[in-house]
């Protein structure tokens, strides 16, 4: 009930193209859904985030597509660049305020080739 | 810049020694510190959650006694490993959760090497 699933758990595209992340999850009292992009030794870094009265979010090169009935949502980045490889987790709360206790994925490690 | 500092950054000590870990916020108020564990190439695992001046909460399967948490003010958050062995060696990192939606962030990490 807790968990979230992510995947892929490894991801390479060119440069240009577009990298898709999806994570799925169970408890339906969760209301607050994050992506965080990690870049070795550096703790994660909020990239956008969505509640689940909305379907979609986009902030610049970042989407995330939010399907409420199938419980999963997805983080979509266009025009990949080599600055993005990184491992990016999904995450899922219950509260976003100070009693939001974050649940994480797997992670992703996105390798975007030149 | 960060608002959210830990110290130190990377510690590296004998098997048996005791590790403290520093948390600050820097421009907010953090009444809700939470502190995760991630092995590498592993996800972030939530240890546990502290509230301002209250006991810390901690997660299934994590030794309180081992892993003491104080939240002592609204900036400062510590985190003392005790009698560290190699299998604590790991990335601890601390998340600062304000009063408004906005006031969330991770700190750098703590690489921790137990020799």
């Known amino acids: 009930q807790q968990q979230v699933k992510q995947s892929p758990q490894s991801l390479i595209v060119q440069k240009g193209g577009i990298s898709i992340i999806n994570c799925a999850y169970e408890n339906t009292a969760f209301d607050y859904f994050p992506w965080y992009q990690q870049f070795p030794g550096k703790g994660p870094a909020l990239l956008i985030a969505?509640?689940?009265?909305?379907s979609e979010k986009k902030e610049g090169r970042f989407t995330i597509s939010f399907n409420k009935s199938a419980k999963q949502f997805s983080l979509h980045i266009m025009d990949s660049q080599p600055g993005d490889s990184a491992t990016y987790f999904c995450?899922?709360?219950?509260?976003?305020?100070?009693?939001?206790?974050?649940?994480f994925g797997q992670g992703t490690t996105l390798q975007v080739k030149p | 810049g960060a608002v959210v500092s830990q110290h130190p950054s990377w510690v590296i000590c004998k098997s048996g020694t005791s590790v403290k870990i520093e948390c600050r916020s820097l421009d907010f108020q953090a009444t809700t510190m939470f502190w995760y564990r991630q092995f590498p190439k592993q996800s972030l695992m939530l240890m546990a959650t502290?509230?301002?001046?209250?006991?810390?909460?901690?997660e299934q399967g994590v030794e309180k006694d081992k892993f003491l948490i104080n939240h002592a003010s609204l900036t400062l958050s510590t985190l003392t490993v005790t009698s560290a062995h190699p299998e604590d060696s790991s990335f601890y990192i601390c998340?600062?959760?304000?009063?408004?939606?906005?006031?969330?962030?991770f700190g750098p990490g703590t690489r921790l090497t137990v020799l």
């Open positions: 969505i509640r689940p009265d909305v």
């Open positions: 502290s509230n301002e001046g209250s006991k810390a909460t901690y």
């Open positions: 995450a899922a709360s219950i509260g976003s305020g100070n009693t939001g206790k974050l649940i």
């Open positions: 998340r600062t959760s304000g009063s408004s939606y906005n006031e969330q962030f």
